[in-house]
């Protein structure tokens, strides 16, 4: 399905399919003077001009605003108002991060639709660490008070050890995790930059990508705080949220988003079957030139 994105006066509309663009037109929910753009276009182009090219509505002329800024320059600005974390001065710490998760986890299209572009990479990262490390703390919390309760249920390695010596590893990887976090925002975010990159799909800068990963991974790590399936919920969650975030953030289709986002590890999971394979060659060789395995003994 072809997605067509919007704007008026800077602010990003949404982003839609020819048949809603049709029916914004027909009820006047859109004009000509209106900027759209969509996969293959080098620039933002007035809907005026593009909607009888792409056999829609036939719009009045246009209108020309001398207040409009060129429909070049929106194609690189950053002027979106999500998300509610950077206005946290003015709304407060803690409603600023309910506003984020809320508009994160259950309004992905329309909030990475709106969202800052560009505005720094502090922002992000430190929603990203605070969130995630609040996650994995709770986490943290969980194994420790399994540890007390099923102590007979470690491996036997580890059963010789006192309940508060792994109580305390467990709980000093917290001290640490800040520093963990921050190296994984930048490599998580530059390996889906990269594959964006190969693609053909990175149409923004780092920047971009590093905020989409960033707001996204952070707000679905809550789902850690549920027991036993959280974990889970927390991988599939963020992995939608960034495929959404990097569809409207780039401008691209979800195939290319999925792609971006699959590519490393599938990447990775053909470098370990080609690794396996060698070495399984390179075992079978060897055993031939040095007569075979020997047979097992018989047992008596």
Same mark, same amino acid.
């Given at each position: 399905m072809v997605t067509i994105h919007i704007a008026r006066n800077q602010q990003m509309l949404g982003s839609f399919s020819e048949e809603e663009v049709r029916e914004g037109i027909r009820s006047g929910r859109f004009s000509a003077q209106d900027l759209t753009w969509k996969e293959g276009m080098e620039t933002w182009r007035p809907l005026g001009e593009m909607a009888p090219q792409w056999g829609l509505e036939t719009l009045p002329p246009i209108i020309e605003n001398r207040d409009t800024p060129p429909a070049a320059d929106l194609k690189i600005s950053g002027d979106g108002i999500e998300p509610a974390w950077e206005e946290r001065?003015?709304?407060?710490?803690? #409603?600023?991060?309910?506003?984020?998760?809320?508009?994160?986890?259950?309004?992905?299209?329309?909030?990475?639709?709106?969202?800052? !572009? +560009?505005?720094?990479? +502090?922002?992000?990262? &430190?929603?990203?660490?605070?969130?995630?490390?609040?996650?994995?703390? /709770?986490?943290?919390?969980?194994?420790? +008070?399994? &540890?007390?309760?099923?102590?007979?249920? &470690?491996?036997?390695?580890?059963?010789?050890?006192?309940?508060?010596?792994? =109580?305390?590893?467990?709980?000093?990887? %917290?001290?640490?995790?800040?520093?963990?976090?921050?190296? =994984? /925002?930048?490599?998580?975010?530059? $390996?889906? !930059?990269?594959?964006?990159?190969?693609?053909?799909?990175?149409?923004? #800068?780092?920047?971009?990508?590093?905020?989409?990963?960033?707001?996204?991974?952070?707000? /679905? /790590?809550?789902?850690?705080?549920?027991?036993?399936?959280?974990?889970?919920?927390? %991988?599939?969650?963020?992995?939608?949220?960034? %495929?959404?975030?990097?569809?409207?953030?780039?401008? $691209?289709?979800?195939w290319r988003a999925t792609v971006a986002l699959l590519l490393p590890g599938l990447f990775c999971c053909g470098v370990i079957l080609i690794l396996a394979g060698a070495g399984g060659f390179g075992f079978s060789e060897l055993s031939k030139e040095f007569g075979g395995l020997p047979h097992l003994p018989k047992t008596p």
């Open positions: 001065e003015k709304l407060g710490f803690f #409603p600023a991060i309910s506003q984020t998760l809320s508009s994160v986890l259950m309004r992905p299209t329309e909030t990475f639709t709106r969202m800052k !572009h +560009v505005g720094g990479l +502090v922002n992000p990262l &430190l929603y990203f660490v605070l969130l995630s490390c609040t996650a994995y703390a /709770a986490s943290v919390f969980y194994q420790v +008070v399994s &540890l007390s309760m099923q102590s007979g249920s &470690l491996p036997s390695q580890l059963q010789h050890l006192p309940k508060n010596t792994l =109580s305390f590893v467990l709980l000093g990887t %917290i001290l640490i995790s800040p520093a963990l976090y921050v190296v =994984s /925002a930048f490599i998580s975010s530059g $390996i889906t !930059h990269l594959s964006l990159k190969l693609i053909g799909g990175a149409n923004r #800068p780092f920047e971009t990508t590093f905020r989409v990963v960033c707001y996204a991974q952070a707000s /679905a /790590a809550v789902f850690n705080f549920l027991p036993l399936c959280g974990g889970l919920m927390a %991988i599939l969650w963020g992995s939608y949220t960034i %495929i959404i975030g990097l569809m409207q953030g780039h401008g $691209i289709s979800g």
